[in-house]
């Protein structure tokens, strides 16, 4: 029979059949209408493009181009790294204002954080090797304090739990840090000037960078060191007169009064904010190390052998 336009199948008449739920399965198996109404009413929200993480993105992009400038141009990086680190306090203002704080952007401001100032530590490291155990050491205690603090926070508290909800019964220290956004503001804007004003002294000061001082009169060699006025221009660029060198020229005539001035004002907040990376550390390992007693103990263990 091949059947006329009012005549349906058995099968095409049960494909057309409304299930409990409101919806209607077609032939290939697919679903016609949903059983969740928000999903197809409503538009899916894209935390990529949220405005907070949006601000994140361009704090990245400051922060590679600072790094391009690092090693001969210390005003243009000064300025670059600067507004990067400035713009790590709007983003959180910008997600309070339009209700976009999400757990992306919390990791997304901790990880360029760590990632833009362990670059600076490691340029500091090279334009002072004697005191690259230092700076490696401070690069160690401030990747190790935050990812310990952000595994117990995530492990103990629970995947919805915010890294800076610090309970006051377990450090007052930290509890103040994280929930008072004007202390939280100057620790880490008082810190990054710190070694902001040290990547300036690189360039300016000859009592911290002894190569920046003139070779005597008649003096065979030179100071290699980038930054150097003894070194020539013309050993680097091809072109004496371009750009580069004479930024390079301005940069050996740096003065080095301001960068001492800002190094020794944020100098004891620089050292409470490690004392602050020590005091997290611990206090993490700690609670992890409660975790794991308490699940030792529901286990059972150690257990008893026969």
């Not at 099968?11 to 409101?22: E, F, L, S």
């Not at 155990?133 to 160690?140: A, D, N, R, T, V």
């Not at 935050?146 to 629970?158: C, D, I, N, S």
């Amino acid at each position: 029979m091949n059947g006329s336009p009012g005549v349906r199948t058995r099968k095409q008449a049960a494909a057309q059949v409304p299930k409990q739920d409101g919806s209607k399965t077609t032939l290939n198996g697919h679903i016609n209408g949903s059983a969740n109404p928000r999903s197809s009413s409503e538009p899916t929200e894209n935390i990529f493009l949220f405005y907070p993480n949006i601000i994140g993105y361009s704090r990245i992009i400051l922060a590679i181009a600072s790094l391009y400038y690092m090693p001969l141009h210390p005003r243009t990086c000064s300025i670059l790294y600067s507004i990067s680190c400035l713009l790590d306090a709007l983003d959180g203002v910008a997600a309070r204002y339009f209700q976009q704080s999400t757990r992306f952007g919390a990791v997304l401001d901790m990880v360029t954080d760590r990632c833009t100032t362990a670059c600076l530590l490691v340029f500091l490291s090279s334009a002072w090797p004697r005191w690259a155990l230092l700076f490696q050491g401070l690069i160690s205690l401030d990747l190790a304090s935050h990812y310990m603090h952000m595994y117990a926070t995530l492990t103990m508290a629970g995947s919805g739990q915010s890294h800076k909800k610090i309970d006051q019964g377990r450090s007052r220290l930290l509890h103040l840090y994280y929930n008072n956004k004007n202390v939280l503001f100057a620790f880490c804007a008082l810190n990054e000037l710190f070694f902001i004003a040290l990547y300036l002294l690189s360039f300016s000061s000859p009592t911290l960078s002894p190569s920046l001082l003139p070779p005597a009169p008649n003096q065979p060699g030179s100071s290699t060191q980038l930054g150097s006025p003894s070194h020539p221009a013309s050993t680097f660029f091809a072109a004496p007169g371009s750009a580069w060198a004479m930024e390079l020229a301005r940069a050996n005539k740096m003065d080095s009064f301001w960068p001492w001035v800002i190094a020794g004002v944020s100098f004891p907040v620089m050292a409470a904010k490690q004392f602050l990376n020590v005091v997290q550390l611990v206090k993490a390992s700690n609670w992890l190390a409660e975790g794991d007693i308490e699940m030792r103990r529901e286990q059972g263990l150690p257990k008893k052998k026969r």
